[in-house]
């Protein structure tokens, strides 16, 4: 796909195509996909990411900022394509002030 292609793909309404382009390129599914988030060390937060991965068999670990005011994870979970790991994506999005690396 070439830049303008992919500008007018998110112009267009798909915010993850870039993203999905690039995963397709770069990826072979099905794999282990590692996620990174950062989130505030609140129990209701922690509870809903990890919620969200709850039965998939992800590995998650999680480490607290030196203040302890936040809490970043890892999570290794195995995807058996680009729009899963999208979906994911989506899905940790919906929690407030997450940041997704």
Known sequence: MSIDENKNASLNGDPYENFRSLLQQ???FPTEYTFKFIIKAEAD???ALKSM???????LTEASS???KYKSFTVQVQVQDEEEVIAYYK??????????L
Do not use: C, Q
Not at 53 to 59: D, I, L, W, Y
Not at 91 to 100: F, G, K, L, T
């Open 26 to 28: 770069s990826i072979v």
């Open 45 to 47: 937060k922690i509870s």
């Open 53 to 59: 991965f709850e039965g998939t068999g992800a590995r």
């Open 66 to 68: 030196s203040g302890g």
């Open 91 to 100: 899905e940790v999005s919906r929690i407030d002030s997450v940041i997704m």
